[in-house]
């Protein structure tokens, strides 16, 4: 099924894709890699060409700013994109320079950015607060993705009983970023199944392999059609829990099943499956993971 955008939709997104075409994708990805450099170039770019706003613009809003999250991912793009797109303007804060990382109150494992981010939005049990950030240095990178530990320095309360509107923006913004690498990585799959000869014919005219690349067509379509739902209605903790819950399980079967396909040759550095893969993993240790969301949806579908 496709998603038809409505005629002041698809400009923009057409003009992100254009930029994002010229300052992003897997070579600048490389370079960032090599450096585990946030991209304050792009950030720039995308600020000034208004994609920042899209949140509160009346003929984009919350699914508008999603898409273009989606896209983003979709072309490696190296930046807090969920913080910056859906987050903060959700919360009604305004944005802020450079990268910006997300947790929970009591969460000490690294998180997403760790090395770079000069703020940090911490999730409480009812509040949030926004505070300069004290990196404690890179324990890993997951190419651009730098992961670390990071502790909140002086900050301001946004506002009162704001923290479950946060973790449910963030579920979605995170399913986001996932679908636009999920596709790109089971495309590239697709392709090399056509490509790929053997007994002469190409591997993917076998049925069992047809089958298993269908299977994740079908996962992946579930999961950013969940995620456009919850954006849609303004993410509820329910629909927005759900929605993480399913990408998150479908990123796990899509990493697995795509590199059984391609075999070794996805994870040498000259081929571009992996910046994709091993990205997706970095996503997935987020908010407790899929135990973490399949939790939550549960215990917002019983306490309604």
Do not use: N
């Amino acid at each position: 099924m496709d998603f038809e955008l409505s005629q002041t939709q698809r400009p923009v997104l057409d003009a992100l894709d254009s930029l994002l075409g010229r300052h992003a994708g897997v070579e600048r990805c490389r370079k960032l890699s090599s450096v585990e450099g946030y991209d304050h170039a792009l950030e720039s770019e995308l600020r000034a060409g208004g994609f920042f706003d899209l949140f509160a613009e009346e003929s984009m809003g919350p699914l508008g700013a999603t898409l273009a999250i989606e896209r983003i991912g979709s072309h490696l793009g190296t930046i807090a994109a969920t913080a910056h797109l859906l987050v903060l303007p959700a919360l009604g804060l305004h944005s802020v320079e450079g990268a910006v990382a997300l947790t929970r109150e009591g969460d000490a494992g690294p998180v997403r950015f760790g090395a770079e981010a000069t703020s940090i939005l911490v999730a409480g049990r009812t509040r949030c607060t926004l505070a300069t950030a004290a990196p404690h240095g890179a324990l890993s990178s997951a190419y651009g993705f730098s992961l670390g530990r990071i502790e909140p320095g002086t900050g301001e309360v946004v506002t009162a009983a704001t923290a479950a509107g946060m973790l449910a923006w963030w579920r979605v913004g995170l399913s986001a970023e996932a679908i636009g690498m999920m596709q790109q990585a089971l495309d590239i799959a697709v392709q090399y199944a056509k490509d790929r000869r053997a007994f002469r014919r190409a591997i993917g005219s076998f049925q069992a392999l047809q089958h298993r690349l269908a299977e994740l067509t079908i996962l992946v379509e579930g999961a950013r059609w969940l995620t456009y739902e919850a954006a849609f209605r303004g993410a509820s903790a329910e629909s927005a829990a759900i929605a993480a819950a399913h990408t998150m399980a479908t990123l796990h079967k899509l990493t697995r099943e795509t590199h059984q396909i391609m075999g070794a040759i996805g994870l040498t550095r000259e081929h571009d499956l992996h910046l994709y893969t091993l990205r997706l993993q970095a996503l997935r240790t987020e908010l407790g993971g899929l135990r973490g969301h399949r939790r939550d949806a549960t215990a917002a579908r019983w306490a309604s």
